[in-house]
């Protein structure tokens, strides 16, 4: 893994942070803490942070991913923001549900669903 | 690993963190299964145990010691994959890791390796101090 290269892509729809991922597998510690480096630096940088991360093209993920997901998820809470999920493959929300983490996250089926009231507006 | 997928690919591997040795062996045990058709669903689960196993030895069991590795053998034939991931580490005691699920749990970043293993592995158990541990996973019979 080259450390100077992003993890994710990110694009700005009407104050919404659309978050996507560059790699098949979430699992290499280095690439999950930079990954959570980079989420982290930008839910601190906004007032309000909403945002919406798209598993698209995701294949595995691991707990430590999960884990970086939850603490997105507060920072963002605690922020008077908010974070949703969307396109997460069947095998990878079966992950979701095995945790209940299905019971914290907002997870839409697709991104222009999660998008639906999602923001400022 | 073996070219024939009529016999038992073994092996072992001590593994450093960091180091591209995960992956390489990750791919190869995948390959050992595809080779011994295991689905893809029984790949995504024994890769996602594997993993969660190796990074708690790295992480809870060595205490990223970047000085101490993780061992990793395998057994994989057409009905079982057997595992075993052992640690430098000084052990624990898996039966007061507190259970993630419950809802004043849910937050708490950490902690979820463990379940994810004993949700995905047909069995899963530690042995000695509790740095050892042997997980297998019974390939299902088709309808």
Known sequence: ?121 | MSPSPDAADEGSSHLREESGEIERVQAGIAQALLERHYSQASIFAIRLSIEEAIMNGFQHGNRADPNKRVEVRWFIDRTIARFHVIDEGEGFDPTVVPDPTLDENLEIPSGRGLMLIRAYMSEARYHGLGNHLEMSFRKPVSP
């Not at chain 1, 104050?15 to 980079?38: C, H, K, N, P, T």
């Not at chain 1, 969307?86 to 549900?97: A, G, Q, W, Y």
């Open chain 1, 1 to 121: 893994m080259n450390p100077g290269t992003s993890r994710i892509r990110v694009t700005d729809l009407d104050g919404v942070m659309r978050v996507e991922f560059v790699d098949r597998d979430i699992l290499d510690e280095a690439a999950i803490r930079q990954i959570s480096s980079e989420l982290v630096r930008r839910i601190d940088a906004a007032s309000a942070p909403f945002m919406l991360i798209s598993f698209r093209g995701v294949e595995h993920l691991s707990s430590a991913a999960l884990g970086t997901l939850i603490t997105v998820n507060s920072l963002a809470k605690k922020r008077g923001g908010q974070l949703r999920l969307s396109d997460i493959k069947p095998s990878i929300l079966e992950v979701f549900v095995i945790t209940k983490l299905n019971k914290l996250f907002h997870i839409s089926d697709t991104a222009e669903r999660a998008l639906e009231g999602f923001g400022r507006t």
